[in-house]
DNA sequence: GCCGGAGTTGACCGACCGGTCTGTTTCTGC
DNA sequence: GCAGAAACAGACCGGTCGGTCAACTCCGGC
């Protein structure tokens, strides 16, 4: 039935998802995402061509759910400089919830995928630049306001916002080495005068 | 011959180095590490006893490495808040340098490498943070100079050379995606201020 | 001068890898 | 109610995986 293919589909990016946040793409393999997703290897390859195809898929679906919290986050009215913080909750949020399930913070996927594929499969690569581009534009708002009401000075957004996702995911990294999600929301805290010190060390123009 | 045998071993290390380095753990196999090692399989596991034993001490190596350009660093004249930032050259370098020879920029190997493992493998787990705690000395040493001078309130050093190294960690992430080793440099310029607002929102003694 | 052990070799192991193929079932459009 | 396509099943493919093993070389100590 097409109601149960869509959602056969969607099991398969759901339950990769999981496993490669768990232990990357390497070490998870064809079999164990069929018999974890309750379905065949027949099934696996008709609806992806390839393991690394489903890679992408993950990453797009992954990055999409992210960057539609962030945009929550940015159209909210609360104050821009809320605002930039809250954004590291989303993360925060999302590894505390990994982390009660499976004992252990999962890290992020785009972050954690990007050494073991960039390279090798273009398309991850791809995909790993559109997640990163995903999530500048809600993050990219909230800077634009900073600069709007005077907090930060002029300031090139898009390097602005992929700041804001390194600190994010340096963060992340820290909450797994120490399986401790609060660790993110620390870095929040010195993510505005981060900017503020890039701003008035590189202007916008240079 | 025994000087053979432990330029043997050196060579294995080296070459699991840069091959984690490049595509990960799980999609690296022990035959490629031996033939690119010049070795045999018989050889590689006398040396170690796993392929992740290999992995440790890929590790334990690299963050040594690295400790000790750190330690040069921490040690060297230049004012403390020079010497913070010149921290973030010792990756840049290092990322300039693989690029240069491999053609695109490698990332880290503690940080590459901690989701695929850090859960599976508890050696590996162990290895991590042992890196993480020698990085953290020179770093922390600096950051107490800061605090000497009175360019920092005071601050939990242990918990600040770990945002240093989150920062270090976020730029490796960019740098790696945009194939360009300078956007962990750009990291850098924000450090001091991003520890000066956690320093006045979180009191060490909390 | 030979003995023991470190170093090294390469064939070999079963398991599992990603991926293919041939069906069978199930839904849909007509 | 049937034709055709989409969904699903699962046996099967060659190759590679991490790891083992018995044999051999080589060298320092006695």
């Known amino acids: 039935m097409r109601a149960a293919s869509i959602s056969t589909r969607d099991t398969l990016i759901d339950t990769a998802t999981e496993l490669f946040l768990g232990r990357g793409f390497g070490l998870v393999g064809t079999n164990e995402l069929c018999a974890a997703s309750g379905i065949n290897k027949g099934t696996f390859y008709h609806f992806f061509p390839s393991k690394s195809a489903l890679m992408v898929a993950a990453i797009d679906r992954y ?40 004992g252990f913070a999962q890290g992020c996927l785009i972050g954690n995928i990007s050494l073991e594929l960039a390279v ?70 010195g993510a505005l005068s981060h900017l503020r010190a890039l701003a008035s060390s590189r202007p916008p123009a240079s």
């Open 63 to 102: 990055s999409e759910r992210f960057a539609a919290e962030f945009n929550d986050i940015a159209l909210s009215g609360a104050p821009a400089s809320t605002r930039l913080e809250r954004f590291f909750d989303v993360p925060a949020k999302a590894n505390r919830a990994w982390k009660s399930t499976h």
């Open 120 to 189: 090798v499969d273009p398309d991850v690569q791809h995909a790993i630049k559109r997640a990163i581009a995903r999530w500048s534009m809600p993050i990219g708002h909230v800077i634009n306001a900073l600069v709007a009401e005077g907090t930060l000075q002029d300031i090139d957004r898009a390097a602005a916002a992929e700041i804001v996702i390194a600190l994010m995911q340096g963060g992340i990294l820290l909450a797994k080495v120490h399986n401790d999600p609060s660790r993110i929301t620390i870095l929040a805290h």
